[in-house]
């Protein structure tokens, strides 16, 4: 059972940065394809970003290509989300999720969930 726990969302004006993290613990973290999902009020969870598990291979979602990176470190057991250029339409409920040996942008291929941290962009 693998246990994820974001960190770092808060309130940014727009233009702003913020840096997601997400802690795991549980599992063999380096064989699990970590991604991020966010969900608006009202709306689906969206896909946002995956890394592979041996982190060789990231994949963006078309409305924050360019703006939001994804990386990981195996060693911490942690993925993070550098945030920039913020705008109010990325304001969501950010979500980590972890799936073994597999790459998808899916929510429900995903084995695994975080509770989520609130990102809220201000205009």
């Known amino acids: 059972q693998v246990q994820l726990v974001e960190s770092g969302g808060g309130l940014v004006q727009a233009g702003g940065s913020l840096r997601l993290s997400c802690a795991a613990s549980?599992?063999?973290?380096?064989?699990?394809?970590m991604g991020w999902f966010r969900q608006a009020p009202g709306r689906e969870h969206e896909f946002v970003a995956y890394?592979?598990?041996?982190?060789?291979?990231?994949y963006y979602a078309n409305s924050v290509k360019g703006r939001f990176t994804i990386s990981r470190d195996n060693a911490a057991n942690t993925v993070y989300l550098q945030m920039n250029t913020l705008k109010p339409e990325d304001t969501a409920v950010y979500y980590c999720?972890?799936?073994?040996?597999?790459?998808?942008?899916?929510?429900?291929?995903?084995?695994?969930w975080g509770q989520g941290t609130q990102v809220t962009v201000s205009s």
């Open positions: 549980g599992g063999t973290f380096s064989a699990y394809t």
């Open positions: 890394i592979s598990w041996i982190g060789s291979v990231t």
């Open positions: 999720a972890a799936v073994r040996v597999s790459t998808t942008t899916r929510w429900s291929a995903y084995d695994y």
